[in-house]
């Protein structure tokens, strides 16, 4: 069974960092692409970054460049969204999903986690 579990969310004040967790299991992990999306309450769910376990390539949203970093352990199955500087406008649930490839559309994700809460304070 495919599993996405996200992790490592919470209150941070104005430009502090953090850094996502997304643990995967149930499928080859080498072979398949996971993206961070985030959605903020009455907003629409927006990919912010993606990597290709398979070509090992990143992509980033315009507005998640710089400050985005995705990374994996490939030997942990996990995907990690390292974010600094943080500021208000971070503020979501971040989510972790499964595609075949990379993918800025929500409707194209095969899988998503329960997501993980991000708060920035001023």
């Known amino acids: 069974e495919v599993q996405l579990v996200e992790s490592g969310g919470g209150l941070v004040q104005t430009g502090g960092s953090l850094k996502l967790s997304c643990a995967a299991s149930?499928?080859?992990?080498?072979?398949?692409?996971i993206t961070w999306f985030r959605q903020a309450p009455g907003k629409e769910r927006e990919g912010v970054a993606c990597?290709?376990?398979?070509?090992?390539?990143?992509i980033y949203a315009d507005s998640a460049k710089g400050r985005f970093t995705i990374s994996s352990d490939n030997t942990n199955q996990t995907v990690y969204l390292q974010v600094d500087n943080l500021v208000p406008e971070d503020t979501a649930t971040y989510y972790c999903?499964?595609?075949?490839?990379?993918?800025?559309?929500?409707?194209?994700?095969?899988?998503w986690g329960p997501g993980t809460q991000v708060t920035v304070s001023s």
């Open positions: 990597i290709s376990g398979r070509y090992g390539s990143e």
């Open positions: 999903a499964l595609n075949g490839l990379c993918s800025p559309k929500p409707s194209d994700q095969a899988y």
């Open positions: 149930g499928f080859s992990f080498d072979y398949y692409a």
